[in-house]
């Protein structure tokens, strides 16, 4: 996992990540942007949810930890589209 970016990279991000738009019951997985503060636990980084609903600008997401149901609210910039 990276813990900084590269010095030409710093303070950069994709503002198509950024815009980018999921529809309730897509899956996604979470991806830390390093430009961007995130305000979770590294533990969270690599999993995987489904999208419940958009809460202003960001998404409210149920991730599965240890068997638990959990749910974020967490930027569309941290997020991917898992493909199934």
Do not use: C, W
């Not at 994709?14 to 979470?30: C, L, Y």
């Not at 930027?75 to 589209?81: A, V």
């Amino acid at each position: 996992m990276l813990r900084h970016k590269s010095p030409r990279q710093k303070g950069k991000f994709s503002f198509k990540r950024f815009f980018q738009k999921f529809n309730p019951g897509e899956s996604v997985a979470v991806a830390k942007e390093l430009s961007v503060p995130f305000s979770y636990s590294n533990r969270l980084q690599g999993r995987t949810g489904k999208v419940i609903s958009k809460r202003g600008a960001s998404y409210y997401v149920e991730i599965y930890d240890l068997g638990k149901s959990k749910k974020y609210i967490i930027k569309p910039i941290h997020l991917r589209k898992i493909e199934s």
